[in-house]
Each structure stands twice: as structure tokens, then as C-alpha cells.
């Protein structure tokens, strides 16, 4: 799996203390993306045992109550995000797993979303969303627009959708758009959510 980063306690990215993981890679190409330095598939990939490890760290040491999955495209490597959740679900049945990905639920559904290195039919790529969408409890799914921008818990533009998959959550449960500033030992700053005011640069 191509990982460009992993934030093992977060608040603005789904409901409660999450980790999150931003994989590598992804050619939508939604114009104002918040993340374009993730769009080049480069980069070493890392084995999903080796993220699960990263992961249930997160979870010893901060208590997360579950998993959200960014990008880049997470749909763009389904065959290792199915793999890293079986993992997780393995190690730590309690969590929870949400997911943003660009492409509809109408696409998704139809299996027209693509894969990083490989060519595989769409009904293989049906059959894999729905072993993904079997695990996860929520998804965030739509193109960021930023000509509709939006304010509705975990939307950046108002044509994306929040769709719950599991019974854990209800709508109402979540918030309002947050954004959080992380500034790491290094000094490094960086920033993670919704600015719906817009970017500080």
C-alpha cells in the first residue's frame, strides 16, 4: 500500500479520536484539492500487516475509537484497504471505519473507479467494494467541488454525500466542520479537516 501519512489521534476527521491514514495516489484530479501532494502514485509501498502495527500503536496509546481512510483516493488501492481492514478488524474488533473517496456510490456500485497497477474488470471491482463497504460504518463519497463549498459534518462541497453503513452512527452524531493545526517536534506545522473559511495561504 502507498501511504503518505498516518496521524494516529485526530478530531476533525470523523466522529471521536481517530486515526487517520491519507494513502498516496490519486487521479481524480478535483481542481482546489486540499491534498494535491497526494495525487502522484510514488513512493515506497508498505506492507498492510506493517500499517496495522502503526495502527493498534495508535490505539494502545491513545484509545481511538476507530479508523478513517483519505487521501488521495483510498478506492485507487481497494484491494489493500480491504486487506488493512480485515487486519484491523482482526486486531481490534471494537474500531470503527470511515472513508472519503472522490468517486460517487453510483460509480462505486457500477465499478467504475480505477486501480492503481492493475486492470481488473468491473465486477471484480464491484465485489470489492462490497467487501469494503461491508466494514466501514461510514463514507463521505463525491468529487470536491470548490465552486459548491459546503459546511455539513466531514462535506467540503455541498454535492458530496455522508452515507452511515452500520447502525453505529447517526447522522446527528456528527459535528460541525473542524480543522486542526498539528505542529510536530520538529517545529513542522500541519493542517488536517474542514477550513470552510478557507485555506490560511
Known amino acids: 500500500m502507498l501511504v503518505h501519512a498516518i496521524l494516529s489521534a485526530s478530531r476533525a476527521n470523523g466522529l471521536g479520536l481517530r486515526a487517520v491514514v491519507f494513502v498516496q ?12 501532494e497526494t495525487h502522484l502514485f510514488r513512493g515506497t509501498e ?3 500487516a506493517k500499517v496495522v502495527e502503526v495502527l493498534i500503536r495508535a490505539h ?3 484509545g481511538i475509537e ?39 456510490e453510483r460509480e462505486l456500485d457500477e465499478g467504475r ?4 497497477g492493475r486492470r481488473i474488470a468491473a465486477k471484480e471491482k464491484r465485489t470489492l467494494w462490497d467487501a469494503i463497504r461491508a466494514l ?5 463519497l463525491g468529487r470536491f467541488n470548490q465552486l459548491q463549498p459546503g459546511s455539513a459534518p ?9 452515507r452511515l453503513f452500520s447502525g453505529r452512527y447517526l447522522e446527528a452524531d456528527f459535528a460541525r466542520p473542524a ?10 506545522a500541519e493542517l488536517t479537516g474542514f477550513p470552510i473559511l478557507g485555506l490560511p495561504w
Open 154 to 162: 466531514l462535506r467540503s462541497s455541498r454535492n458530496q454525500v455522508l
Open 113 to 116: 473507479y480505477s486501480i492503481w
Open 66 to 104: 476507530g479508523v478513517t481512510f483519505s487521501g488521495g483516493e483510498p478506492m485507487q488501492q481497494a484491494d489493500s484497504l480491504v486487506a488493512l481492514i480485515k487486519g484491523l478488524r482482526r486486531e481490534a474488533p471494537t474500531l470503527s471505519f470511515g472513508m472519503f473517496s472522490g468517486y460517487t
Open 25 to 36: 495516489g490519486c487521479q481524480l484530479g478535483c481542481p482546489g484539492c486540499f491534498n494535491p
Open 46 to 48: 508498505i506492507p498492510e
Open 60 to 62: 494502545g496509546e491513545h
Open 136 to 140: 466501514l460504518d461510514f463514507a463521505v
Open 179 to 188: 480543522t486542526e493545526v498539528l505542529i510536530h517536534e520538529t517545529g513542522w
